[in-house]
């Protein structure tokens, strides 16, 4: 099967290419779902696109679009389903919801966004199985997921007792391929232990109350382990004290742990709280974006908040716990997890004349307009936890239209607009910097070669944008989407379900583990090691996972 | 048949309570099946297979093959005015093929054992819970509150899985309190090295609200709730109090007031977690009504309860349950590959889609036998915790489809 795309603005930063602002198109060549190099030999499919963008397929590296946290926001936020049911047309007829949409209407809406690669971010091992089931029925989109990990009682064991950092790496190696996981993500790391033990809050250098272990040990464990098993991708931390204000402090302190190491800090909006004013909250954006400027190490995503209703699901318990008073409507769901993890459920609804609300909703944009590389910055709301993302196309324009960004916030909290300096920002992001932050960088930072480029062997996943002044209806649509070679999207509407792969990582660890986990399993968890694993088979309804080796140092 | 070699196969998972034993030992001779070691009544009894010759598939009571009898049932979901998929005793792969199949012919979508997962639904959709997992329970948990019947008639194994000897972090003798009837012989063996206790109320609810008062710090006016005295319920409150980790389990299907025992419970519990550290853990899980109601979840947006029409769906915890559905129903394909489950009574038409021991009142319109997972074939089923799931593997070479393979059958033609 062969496909030519013709007459394109071919924006792929990743190659160096940027046709937008030269004006220049070309033709891009499709042969069995990959783009190879253009030949004059006859196409099945000619697609002319007249001067418009194209771009890889979207990378979203954080979005939670599976697994048991999601189907209890469900359960919980059934009139999240009611309000948006399914779409007129929508051929399958299965499925609805804004905030926490079925995996079909997941993979529907990210598709005519032009999104192709999802990574869900918080798979508890214990619902590794589940997760991957419901991923499997999410069309249109390659997904992948980072495994939790640091809060479970045999790694704060293995911690407690001093073992060698080789040890660590097996067990953490053995859970990854046991999960089909592709990183490590770590959640309020040993908070969510501690909360177990009735802790309310564990800061960076405080003592796990059964343990004695800190929430530094668990990081620069983890981020050694990740290191010399040789993941693409690294540590992705859901730091302590999320939504606290003061939590500045612990982001701050927190990069300085990584000393010069790779770590990936997650939806940084809710860390870069102050305690500044009469309010006792405050921006520590403009602190935080310097020492992020200033740690070439550190790639974050920002979790923006976006206003209206929605559902915010985390593995981190403890914080979640201390959310459920200011639940929206009010109503709430923890769970404490088979001595791996947590989860906690609790229906937020973000206003724009709320004061914390406004100020949320400032923070991240001043972390996208003040962190200046676009290579370390991703473009996420924490689906659903700062909003769906179906928002992306306003937020692209929030980001790049400075006269639009300031009209909305003339539109907020009067106290909130006095304590952000978002006005004064100037910076704008030009589509370029965008098509970094949305395909380039997150492919870069997850190790996918093959993905968020347009060069010789990539994986064809392509979106096609009609070049519009206004931003949002810009990123709104998509005039074409092609996954893996495949057309899906045709002005704006899916046209057709393709069946995506799962990506997991494969490191190569000591085996000798594997008797440790059995006898772990057997006598605490009560459940078999060989039936927590998860083989390959089950995986994408058969067609098993997509294999990303690591080439470590601890084998 | 004598010359059959016996094998045994050792940790089979099985699938059949919600309790998720994966630890069974079954011997195999042929094609029949047996269970050995540690075993629970239910599951030796459901496991246990006799070398006969399958039933075959069966259109108005006259044997059929099977692409026959997927036709005739295509032909009446096709002529259906209101079907109602019902049973839904399946696996994980059963349930996708007959969520397909539901967004294709339409229908309302509901499992035999949903009425305790409403009952509790009702407190968890109005409130939400706070709730803990089984191996957390088993090395957590000092203090479990036990509410209504003895459970463990229909989980054999339950407090073997609950409280074993040597937890992680329970300190001390760990205690259950029964509210409600009795521990049977079976609960008090299982809990051997445990603090048995037993608060005999035919009102448990009543229980449960003096429990939350009293946890909060007030004293409800009374002299005795449920039968209780005062003074020990608060005397069990100051022990919940001073406990690490108390749980609350229940079985809302057993009560008729199941929907308030879950409020009750989740209200105390809510209490409790302002000092120290509890969570509720919900019984339920047969027959894999658990990992079905999350497939709906996911594919749906709702859960069991479900109607599919016209490439939508809605959701009506009461007008769609099996009997308010069959009601407005004249076609019912039923599903129980895990057991001999019959249809309920009906007066129109049947596709049964069932294991082959069923016995049925009226000879269905269609009957495709089906294996069942864990024996006949390979599948996945949830726990009654809903996070972990587990893989069930075939014990013997399956003479039967699945229930996934005979939908694809009756939808693809």
């Given amino acids: ?555 | 048949m004598a010359d059959v070699a016996i094998e045994t196969i050792e940790d089979v998972v099985c699938g059949f309570c919600g309790l998720g034993c994966d630890d069974l030992r079954v011997e195999v001779e042929g094609r029949a099946l047996r269970a050995a070691g540690t075993i629970c009544p239910e599951a030796a009894r459901l496991i246990r297979r006799l070398d006969v010759a399958d039933r075959p598939a069966s259109v108005a009571g006259t044997a059929v093959d099977l692409d026959t009898a997927a036709e005739a049932a295509r032909h009446i979901l096709l002529g259906a005015r209101a079907t109602l998929i019902g049973g839904l005793g399946t696996d994980m792969a059963g349930a996708g093929a007959l969520t397909d199949l539901a967004i294709r012919f339409g229908g309302v979508l509901d499992h035999h054992a949903s009425d305790g997962l409403f009952r509790n639904y009702a407190s968890v959709q109005r409130t939400g819970w706070l709730a803990t997992t089984l191996a957390e329970v088993r090395n957590r948990c000092d203090l479990l509150l036990v509410i209504g019947e003895d459970p463990a008639g229909q989980w054999g194994r339950l407090f073997e899985r609950l409280f074993p000897e040597a937890p992680l972090f329970a300190e001390g003798r760990r205690r259950v309190v029964f509210i409600g009837g009795a521990p049977g012989e079976t609960a008090r063996r299982q809990l051997g090295h445990a603090d048995i206790s037993h608060l005999a109320t035919d009102d448990p609810v009543a229980v449960l609200e003096a429990l939350g008062a009293l946890s909060a710090g007030r004293t409800p006016p009374g002299e005795a709730f449920g039968g209780v005295p005062a003074t020990e319920l608060a005397a069990l409150a100051e022990a919940m109090g001073a406990a690490h980790y108390v749980v609350a389990t229940w079985n809302a299907a057993a009560h008729d007031d199941g929907d308030l025992v879950a409020e009750r419970a989740t209200a105390l519990v809510d209490r409790l977690n302002v000092t120290t550290r509890a969570g509720v853990f919900p019984l339920g899980g047969r027959d894999n009504i658990i990992g079905v109601n999350q497939l709906l979840l996911w594919r749906l947006g709702y859960p069991l309860r479900t109607a599919v029409r016209g490439q939508a769906s809605a959701h009506d915890g009461a007008l769609y349950a099996t009997e308010a559905a069959l009601g407005d129903a004249d076609v019912l394909l039923w599903v129980s590959a895990f057991r001999p489950e019959p249809p309920p009574s009906f007066a129109g038409k049947i596709i049964a889609l069932a294991h082959p021991e069923t016995i049925f009142d009226k000879e269905p319109d269609v009957l495709i036998p089906v294996g069942t997972p864990g024996i006949d074939h390979a599948g996945t089923v949830f726990r009654m915790d809903s996070i972990v799931s587990l893989p069930l593997g075939a014990l013997r070479v399956a003479t039967l489809p699945s229930v996934a393979e005979a939908v694809r059958c009756i939808a693809e033609g």
């Fill in chain 1, 1 to 555: 099967m062969r496909l030519r795309l013709t007459g394109g603005r071919v924006l792929d930063p990743a190659n160096g290419e940027n046709g937008v602002a030269t004006g220049s198109v070309r033709d891009i060549e499709i042969e069995d779902g990959r783009i190879v190099a253009p030949t004059d030999q006859r196409a099945d499919a000619e697609y002319d696109l007249g001067g418009d963008v194209v771009l890889a397929g979207g990378i979203d590296l954080h979005s939670h679009i599976a697994g048991g946290k999601m189907n209890l926001a469900r359960l919980l936020m059934q009139e999240d389903r009611r309000a948006f049911p399914e779409m007129p047309g929508n051929f399958c007829g299965c499925g609805g919801g804004r905030a926490v949409p079925t995996a079909h209407a997941t993979g529907c809406r990210y598709a005519e966004l032009g999104y192709t690669t999802v990574f869900e971010p918080a798979m508890v091992g214990a619902n590794a199985r589940g997760a991957h089931l419901e991923m499997a029925d999410i069309p249109n989109l390659d997904t992948g997921a980072y495994l939790v990990l640091g809060n479970d009682d045999f790694f704060q064991r293995l911690l407690a007792a001093g073992a060698h950092q080789e040890t660590i790496n097996a067990y953490v190696g053995w859970m990854i391929e046991a999960t089909q996981a592709f990183a490590i993500k770590i959640v309020n790391p040993g908070g969510i232990n501690a909360f177990k033990f009735n802790a309310r809050k564990l800061d960076l250098d405080e003592a796990n109350p059964h343990y004695g272990v800190s929430p530094r040990r668990v990081l620069t464990t983890l981020i050694r382990a990740v290191t010399e098993l040789g993941l693409p991708h690294p540590i992705h931390l859901h730091g302590c004290n999320l939504g606290v204000p003061g939590n500045d402090e612990t982001t701050l302190a927190t990069i300085a742990a990584a000393e010069g190491r790779r770590l990936h800090l997650t939806h940084l909006q809710f860390h870069s709280y102050g305690t500044e004013g009469d309010k006792r909250f405050s921006s520590s954006a403009a602190r935080i974006a310097e020492m992020v400027n200033g740690n070439p190490n550190i790639s974050v995503d920002v979790g923006q908040v976006m206003f209206g209703q929605t559902v915010t699901a985390s593995a981190d318990y403890m914080s979640q716990y201390r959310n459920r008073a200011i639940a929206s409507p009010n109503k709430s769901i923890g769970m404490d997890i088979e001595l791996d993890a947590a989860c906690g459920v609790v229906p937020f609804e973000y206003k724009d004349k709320s004061f914390v609300n406004a100020l949320q909703w400032a923070i991240g944009l001043e972390l996208f307009l003040l962190v200046e590389d676009p290579w370390r910055i991703f473009l996420t709301t924490d689906h659903p936890n700062g909003g769906p993302f179906t928002t992306y196309p306003h937020l692209i324009r929030l980001l790049m239209d400075r006269d639009f960004r300031n009209a909305q916030l003339a539109t907020l909290n009067k106290a909130a607009q006095a304590h952000t300096l978002l006005s004064q920002i100037t910076r704008e992001y030009s589509l370029e910097e965008i098509a970094i932050l949305t395909r380039a960088a997150p492919a870069r930072i997850l190790g996918l070669t093959d993905k968020g480029h347009l060069g010789v062997g990539a994986v064809a996943d392509i979106a096609v944008h009609t070049e519009d002044s206004d931003r949002e209806a810009m990123f709104s649509t998509t005039r074409f989407v092609f996954k893996n070679g495949r057309l899906i999207v045709k002005d704006g509407l899916v046209v057709e379900l393709a069946q995506g792969t799962t990506h997991v990582a494969r490191p190569e660890f000591d085996r000798a583990i594997d008797k440790d986990m059995q006898r772990w399993f057997d006598e605490s968890v009560g459940l078999k090691s060989k039936h927590f694993r998860v083989a390959d088979g089950e995986l994408r309804g058969g067609a098993g996972p997509t294999i990303l080796k690591c080439e470590g140092v601890a084998s």
